[in-house]
Structures are given as structure tokens and as C-alpha cells.
């Protein structure tokens, strides 16, 4: 699968797409690190993260290549309803939009979320706790502005639509082109074999992956990736189907390295360039 063209010698930064990461709250920095790290890895010329001030010291000794955007939080340890506007504003320089990894679910923090999918006019990949934020209201994702990925596990995709776990396991591909399709976004439905569906209906089953992914914080690797991709230039649905193909692969080389058992995030995030390397 070629995936990734050659650069050209003229190139700089701005060629190759600003990631904005809105994620973390107090005891999920590492989503937002592992997120916004994938994304430079990946091949983004720019990344920043939105991090609640409060935080920002603790993001600001685990970055060095990456930005941020402290929004003021009163001492809170996670973004408060009120961070709209400054959100909004920067998010017009840049090319894609993250919404989600280690948000939480505090009240504020959901009336955000609902607020940015209504609201930015960027693409929009929506993970985790942004998810989680507009459980039981798919219909909020009709109101995007722009082409939206959401990357749900099954417990996520539950809560989601209302549905069983047991269902979702059992119809994969029909839950993720039924969603896809009533509510117009790119569905990346993770598990073993993930399944992403565009609005269209199309279906890809990735085949990259293994047990050892289940793990804390790969999901965050994954949408680092995919946003890159987006920032790059890709389609939502090339991005998602790529992006999970990278980001499997990247996993089964981590795999073969360290096991399946002890396998972590960290260790697929820094598989990512012998990956680009091979695609």
C-alpha cells in the first residue's frame, strides 16, 4: 500500500497541515501527549494542543516539537464550557481538528464539545471522551460543518446509539454503515478486524492489529494518525482507512519486538516511522 508521496525539496511546515488537539484533564495528560505526538510523527508540519491551564506545565516538560494552547480553567483540571471562543478562533489556522482523548465528562466539558462539533468549520476527527460527551445524541453530529470521523470502540458505540455491546460485536459492519450513513460521517468501529464506513457505505475491514493493541492509550496513537492524514491532504475516508492500516502495523511490529502481553502505546507510537518507512 503506498500511502505516502515524496516530498518535495522545497518544502516547509505549512505543506504538510497544522493538527489541533483539544484533549486531557487532570490525570489524562498522557491521551493528549500520545494523540499529539502520533500526529508529528505521522508527517505533520505543525501540531498544537489545547490543554486546560492548569495542565499546561505538566504538557509543556513532555513536549518539545509540539505547541500548546493553555485555556484558562480557574485551576479545574479540565476545559470549562467558556473555552469555545478561543478554541474556535485558533482552530481557523489550522487543517484539522481533534477532539476528544482524556476530555472527561464533566457537564461543562460535554456542553463543549457539543458546542465545537456545531461550531468549527475544520475537519473534525471526534475519539474518546468526545464520543462520550454526546452519548444518546448522534443527532448533534448531523450539525458539523465539515467531513467528520468518529473512531468509537464498541463500549463507546454503545453508549453512542443505545445499543448492547453483545449487538454491536454481532453486526459490525451493519451498525458501522448504519451510522455512517443516517448521520453523514466516516465511522472507524475499532476491535479486531476495525471496520470504517464513509457516508456513502463503502466498507473497509483492516486486517492489520493484534491482541496486544488492547492496551491503554493505542486508540490515542490511532487518531493522531488519522488527523495527520487529514491535515496532509487525505479524505476523511482515506485517512481512517489509512490511518488504521498504519497504526496496526505499527502495532504488529511493536508485537514482534516486545509480545503481545507487554505491548503499550508508547511502544506503537514509536513504531511509526519504520511504518512510513515501509508504506
Known amino acids: 500500500m503506498k500511502i505516502f508521496k515524496k516530498r518535495k525539496p522545497a ?6 497541515g497544522h493538527v489541533f488537539i483539544i484533549a486531557g484533564s487532570i490525570g489524562l495528560t498522557g491521551a493528549a501527549y500520545l494523540a499529539s505526538e502520533a500526529a508529528l510523527l505521522t508527517g505533520s508540519g505543525l501540531v498544537t494542543c489545547a490543554i486546560p491551564k492548569s495542565l499546561n506545565v505538566i504538557m509543556a516538560k513532555k513536549f518539545t516539537e ?21 478554541i474556535k478562533n485558533f482552530s481557523e489556522k489550522t487543517d484539522a481538528v481533534v477532539i476528544g482523548p482524556g476530555l472527561s465528562q464533566k457537564d461543562e466539558v460535554k456542553r463543549l464539545v457539543k458546542r465545537l462539533i456545531r461550531g468549527l468549520d475544520k475537519p473534525i476527527t471526534l475519539d474518546a471522551d468526545g464520543i462520550n460527551c454526546i452519548a444518546g445524541e448522534p443527532q448533534i ?37 448504519d451510522v455512517a450513513k443516517k448521520y453523514g460521517v466516516t465511522v472507524v468501529l475499532k476491535g479486531m478486524h476495525t471496520v470504517v464506513v464513509p457516508p456513502d457505505g463503502r466498507i473497509y475491514v483492516n486486517k492489520t492489529g493484534n491482541p496486544g493493541m488492547a492496551s491503554g492509550g493505542v486508540g490515542d496513537v490511532l487518531i493522531g494518525i488519522i488527523a495527520s492524514l487529514i491535515g496532509q491532504g487525505f479524505t476523511a475516508f482515506n485517512a481512517a482507512k489509512c490511518g488504521v492500516y498504519l497504526h496496526g502495523l505499527a502495532g504488529d511490529i511493536a508485537a514482534k519486538e516486545k509480545g503481545e502481553a507487554s505491548l503499550r502505546a508508547q511502544d506503537v507510537l514509536s513504531n511509526i516511522p519504520k511504518v512510513i518507512k515501509l508504506v
Not at 66 to 85: C, H, N, Q, W
Not at 157 to 175: A, D, E, F, P, T
Open 66 to 86: 509540539v505547541m500548546t494552547l493553555p485555556i484558562e480553567d480557574k485551576g479545574r483540571g479540565y476545559f470549562p464550557a467558556s473555552a469555545f471562543s478561543k
Open 141 to 177: 453530529l448531523k450539525r458539523a460543518k465539515s467531513p467528520l470521523i468518529i473512531t468509537p470502540h464498541p463500549g463507546e458505540m454503545s453508549r453512542l446509539i443505545r445499543k448492547s455491546v453483545g449487538y454491536i460485536q454481532k453486526n459490525r459492519k451493519r451498525i458501522a454503515k
Open 11 to 16: 518544502s516547509h511546515k505549512g505543506d504538510y
